[in-house]
């Protein structure tokens, strides 16, 4: 349903199920709704990722000698490493501030629903103390009804009165 629809009130099937639940103290809060992952992937303390890490070259366990060609190689393949270290880090860094952006737009986002939450308690318990208003309202309402018939019994009354004495004259 489009943000159009909610607030036209379009599309209002399920609502008298959540008012019923809400006017017992109900609630629709999952904690596993609310406690579940942003991504299936995120780390969490379910999901601690992978341990996996970088290795370029593998690890040398015996003393050995190296000849000019394996050295120049590795040096080549050193500073190739190097330049792809520092890019890496870069890229990470600009990662964890998209992360840190996402989560500033997470929290304003929760924060705002929480408002909406807060606003929306405040207008049902406006609409709960005027439905009371009303109820009291009622008796005096009924009583003005009572009296309203009982005029017009007694106008009507008069009126028959009238006309008995009417056609008995003439």
Do not use: C
């Not at 500073?79 to 998209?98: G, T």
């Not at 318990?125 to 009303?134: E, G, K, P, W």
């Amino acid at each position: 349903m489009g943000i159009l629809a909610r607030i036209t009130s379009a599309g209002k099937s399920n609502s008298n199920s959540n008012e019923s639940s809400l006017s017992t103290g109900g609630h629709g809060i999952d904690k596993n709704r609310v406690l579940s992952p942003t991504d299936p992937s995120v780390v969490n303390p379910v999901n601690a990722g992978t341990w996996e890490t970088v290795r370029t070259a593998p690890v040398n366990h015996t003393p050995r000698y190296f000849n000019k060609a394996e050295a120049d190689a590795l040096k080549q393949v050193a500073s190739q490493k190097r330049e792809e270290a520092r890019q890496a880090k870069r890229a990470y860094k600009s990662l964890r501030r998209l992360e840190e952006s996402d989560a500033q737009v997470h929290t304003a986002h929760r924060t705002y629903i929480k408002g909406v939450a807060d606003n929306e308690l405040t207008k049902k318990r406006s609409d709960a103390t005027t439905a009371r208003h009303l109820h009291a309202l009622r008796p005096e309402y009924a009583k003005l009804g009572f009296g309203l018939d009982r005029a017009e019994n007694k106008a009507q009354q008069r009126i028959d009165e009238l006309k008995a004495k009417v056609k008995d004259k003439y």
